[in-house]
């Protein structure tokens, strides 16, 4: 459990050195499987002064279970991503509202897949969850904008799709551990600007043909994958 | 006293560090409720060379008290929008001409709340206030920029908007210390970009439901707000 | 002289600090009105090593009087300028490729002016010299470069407007001073992005009214000038 | 081999600084004419830990001939272009994923030449190679983006057309050494940002006069070339 703590302050950490938070915004969590405990961040704490004290424990059901400060307020849509990702493998989950990721959300637009290095990522466009009804907005929000995730991912394999924009708010995205998270944050606001660059200077641009989506994807993650080291 | 000037430097200082001005643009202020003074950068000077010794104490009529160097130009709008917010709790004003918000500016356009990212910090569009007339162009031109603010503000509460972009020139902003006036500058900036990328990647873009927005303002600022610790 | 060197090769470092030039771009000269010689760039140098040994003196007919290396390739053009402005205080000139200025150059568009941050610097739109003819460019082009600038500010005074784009090229950009003429290539720079964002957020847009332009040039520059220490 | 090893290390780093890769993304070989051999980075390291450890020689065949890790993947194509290009004097290669050079990959679109900036490094616009088959897409998929890049090339030369999009993916940049082609890769994504901005402010934007194209190409490197020292 120490050293997840230490793991999700430096992946905290690392969203301040990658410019995809500021101020108080954003978070990180991890999970560990075996206690199915999940550390996140403080809610409301500064990155200039963010300590591993600010790192808070609780459980599935939100109960503070380890530190002396109140949990970040998105604690409830981890939860449920948690309670439904982490079977697959899922361990860590990050939100932010980087610039244009958060753009698109705002668009509530899915981001297609308009180049190999988004295929090289995420499998297929990235989801942009469903608007919420006021119901769900003044009661449980945070856990329903968990649900309406799950709702956007319900055909799609988590692991092969591992970021969701909820519509009118920004981008979560999960990975097998907190600091893959992060490079996912970091790889879709990387894209998210590409795609819309891509879209002024072409306005017909289609998505990628998907053999070469296969492709990619598969060269990284698939049975035969031959990126990267054995 | 001493110590507002300190912190009023800090935040003059901070504004470069946020890539809100260059050169010897923007102005800092903050005010003491107590005994009704200001602390304000000096007019023309280069953040490069800042010390404390470029913040000059003036009162609500303009008068230097303390100080050897000529306040801001801007002084007279900063006097205006303190006479009519500081009974709110308004003690730090902003101005800079960052590169976003200053287009929305030149653009002659209210900022519209397309995004969570704006409604937790600003309860509404911004509004941007209307052509001045020749004569208030050409007689107490920066005092008529107070008051033209303060126009496009009269059916809006201070506390829950904390800008208003001058139209043709700039943002000027608030909050109830000059650092929370930055910190609201920074988010501006950010929202400021994120509205024009918003629009330029969806044009039938519209503001995001009101039941949303009240949601996400009131659980930072609203009577039951859960954001942030005890 | 030295001290004009030394001024020369920091204000053409200062170009990399403000991100307006990479690799071996652009160039900075200052001229001596007293002994009408020009400190400029040699050509083709790296700004990373840069040094006082790099910086050529040549005359108004462009021998070189100082120093071991070739002058920039654009010395003709700087002299051109000098030749036409030195009697009014020009005695810095910068030329860039910077992003958002060399874009306009490209577009072949003066820089209309849309907000009080370009007239608190440029007095009206910033020029675009015409298009060269063949024979302008197979002979003596850098000369003849200085010639289309000189055209385009034919019926402006080179004090109030202190940069022309020359089109399908750049900026030049002049001042009273070497570091001037750097801080005036900033704040074009900064303009051109603006100017851009605010056309592309709201099509239909004018340039400031006249007054305001006025106004604003004039407190910072006018006879009655008030902005900044006396 | 061990001085081009520290060069296409140097190289490869230099990517991180000039802000043309992230995370493990891209790579940069060079080529040894006199043994034939290529030195090319390992396959998915991370800029943030690389070493001479993580050079790989390989020679023409791809067949690993000095290193305990695998190279990059794109090593085939790196070979289709060294066994066309090396003859002309290439011997250095880069790939990235810059985000503006690839989003006129995605866009599938040339680059057009709208100012020097372009025509002082490359001659003529930047081609785009075309549409890969599913069955090029499936077999030797490497190999074959190297075949298609060489297509594009079909009818320019080499050394004065330094780059090629590959569409749907990114850009392929080269060199006389590694670090000339670093230094085209970062001028390929100066002026790819350049040129949509051109059209984002001006859509009827043209080419460059060809005179003018000629002219600035020609005073670098031409044979009358008079720019830089002797």
Chains 1, 2, 3, 4 share one sequence.
Not at 27 to 45: F, M, P, R, W
Request: hydrophobic share 35%.
């Amino acid at each position: 459990m120490e050293h997840l703590k230490q793991e999700v302050l430096e992946a905290n950490l690392d969203l301040v050195n990658k410019n995809l938070v500021i101020s108080t915004w954003g978070n990180v969590s991890g999970y560990d499987a075996e206690t199915k405990l999940i550390v996140i961040k403080a809610s409301g704490v500064n990155y200039n002064k963010m300590t591993i004290h600010d790192m808070v424990v609780v459980d599935l059901s939100g109960t503070i279970i380890e530190g002396d400060k109140l949990p970040s307020t998105d604690t409830p849509t981890h939860i449920e991503l948690y309670k439904a990702f982490s079977e697959k493998g899922v361990c860590g989950i990050v939100h932010t509202h980087s610039q244009f990721a958060t753009s698109w959300a705002q668009m509530g637009r899915a981001i297609p897949c308009y180049g190999t290095t988004h295929g090289d990522y995420f499998y297929g466009e990235i989801p942009c969850s469903r608007e919420m009804s006021a119901e769900e907005i003044n009661s449980e929000y945070e856990k329903n904008t968990g649900k309406v995730i799950l709702e956007a991912m319900s055909h799609t394999d988590c692991i092969h799709m591992s970021a969701t924009l909820v519509r009118h708010h920004g981008p979560f995205v999960w990975g097998k551990t907190p600091t893959e998270a992060v490079l996912h944050s970091q790889v879709l606001e990387y894209i998210a600007k590409m795609a819309i660059l891509s879209e002024l200077g072409f306005p017909s641009i289609h998505p990628i043909p998907q053999v070469l989506e296969d492709k990619h994807y598969n060269r990284k993650f698939g049975p035969g994958a031959y990126y990267g080291q054995k």
